[in-house]
């Protein structure tokens, strides 16, 4: 049974840590005031969840700019899409966040905050200008914001293909 509690992951550095919890602070409080002074709504819960993965785990494949911008972009668009043609029950979100998992597995651009995306549209009934502000430009700045954070911490990002 303990074993079940195993932490796979390494001893994080200091330094990996700070640089973490900085990052997630930049990010979001960037996006926040981008919000406050051009109006644009562009923040949403996700987000929060992609920046875990952006400063925390930058080398993972689910962290990678095509997984994040995509990875949203095309839960949302399900979500857009499935909130117009489903019924407004029970089972509908579910049915929506499974495809949108679905079609990220199988276009290889998988983001687990993305699958939180048709919860938040079924919760909140956006319209389709929701994949524009906040999706699209949201996580475009994102991973805009993580790849300097990183450049500038010296830290690689995104991965490359060897």
């Not at 499974?98 to 079609?103: K, M, Q």
């Not at 475009?140 to 300097?148: E, K, N, Q, R, S």
């Amino acid at each position: 049974m303990l074993s079940f509690f195993t932490r796979l992951q390494p001893h994080p550095t200091a330094r990996s840590v700070a640089l973490a919890g900085l990052g997630g602070l930049i990010a979001i409080a960037g996006l926040a005031l981008l919000t406050d002074t051009t109006q644009l709504s562009l923040m949403m819960a996700p987000f929060g969840a992609s920046c875990v993965l952006l400063f925390s785990v930058p080398n993972s494949p689910l962290s990678q700019p095509a997984n994040v911008i995509g990875g949203h972009a095309l839960s949302a668009l399900i979500g857009l899409a499935l909130r117009t043609l489903l019924p407004d029950v029970w089972w509908a979100a579910g049915l929506t966040v499974g495809i949108a998992i679905a079609a990220m597995a199988a276009l290889r651009i998988t983001h687990p905050p993305a699958g939180a995306n048709p919860l938040v549209i079924f919760a909140a009934d956006p319209e389709i200008g929701y994949l524009l502000t906040p999706v699209l430009s949201g996580a475009g700045i994102l991973v805009a914001g993580a790849t300097i954070f990183h450049r500038l911490s010296g830290t690689p990002y995104p991965m490359r293909k060897t």
